[in-house]
T-cell receptor, first 113, second 112 residues
Framework: ETGVTQTPRHLVMGMTNKKSLKCEQHLGHNAMYWYKQSAKKPLELMFVYNFKEQTENNSVPSRFSPECPNSSHLFLHLHTLQPEDSALYLC????????????FGPGTRLLVL | KNEVEQSPQNLTAQEGEFITINCSYSVGISALHWLQQHPGGGIVSLFMLSSGKKKHGRLIATINIQEKHSSLHITASHPRDSAVYICAVSYYSGGGADGLTFGKGTHLIIQP
């Protein structure tokens, strides 16, 4: 099993729903990342957390709300999403140095109806 | 903002062929990363390069910092190498952890 786990693996939600994606890493890392992969588009960075502090927000709409309660857990809270938010959401972790190899979770495939 | 260009976007080859995938970027970076993504979405980091060349099994990655260009080579390709190969760059963000900027990926199919 990968050192980075994500739950759920698949999620279908309506535009008025509120849901959360969870990421957990068992690698002892202190940096965690959220990425989005939409169909036919390159992967794109959403958020970076380093030692539980958000260090980068890549102009992500406020309907996506990240939370990092400790260095091992990362959440992405979703509310009032749009169908164009349907995508694969990937979490990654690394040592908090620059540069460092990132280790990816399997992703959550989200469908917004 | 860094632009990352990959070529080719699609590549079909016969088993045993030597494969080259190219990547270029526009501004200074802290490192260049080659990633592999299999159907289903899982991503594995193959290499992280700041200079020179790295080899792992049948995979070789090179980078030319002056020309802002990197190549990923696969020797003696095999059908199990079929995947999407993604080039990504990291840049010093000042926060100690650098997010990645990605190319569009190269969809590689190796036929038996």
């Amino acid at each position: 099993e990968t050192g980075v786990t994500q739950t759920p693996r698949h999620l279908v939600m309506g535009m008025t729903n509120k849901k959360s994606l969870k990421c957990e890493q068992h690698l002892g890392h202190n940096a965690m990342y959220w990425y989005k992969q939409s169909a036919k588009k390159p992967l794109e960075l959403m958020f970076v957390y380093n030692f539980k502090e958000q260090t980068e927000n890549n102009s992500v709409p406020s309907r996506f709300s990240p939370e990092c309660p400790n260095s091992s857990h990362l959440f992405l809270h979703l509310h009032t999403l749009q169908p164009e938010d349907s995508a694969l959401y990937l979490c990654a972790s690394s040592q908090p140095r620059s540069p460092e190899t990132q280790y990816f979770g399997p992703g959550t495939r989200l469908l917004v109806l | 903002k860094n632009e990352v260009e990959q070529s080719p976007q699609n590549l079909t080859a016969q088993e045993g062929e030597f494969i080259t995938i190219n990547c270029s970027y526009s501004v200074g970076i802290s490192a260049l990363h080659w990633l592999q993504q299999h159907p289903g979405g899982g991503i594995v980091s193959l290499f992280m390069l700041s200079s020179g060349k790295k080899k792992h099994g049948r995979l070789i990655a090179t980078i030319n910092i002056q020309e802002k260009h990197s190549s990923l080579h696969i020797t003696a390709s095999h059908p199990r190498d079929s995947a999407v190969y993604i080039c990504a760059v990291s840049y010093y963000s000042g926060g100690g952890a650098d997010g990645l900027t990605f190319g569009k990926g190269t969809h590689l199919i190796i036929q038996p």
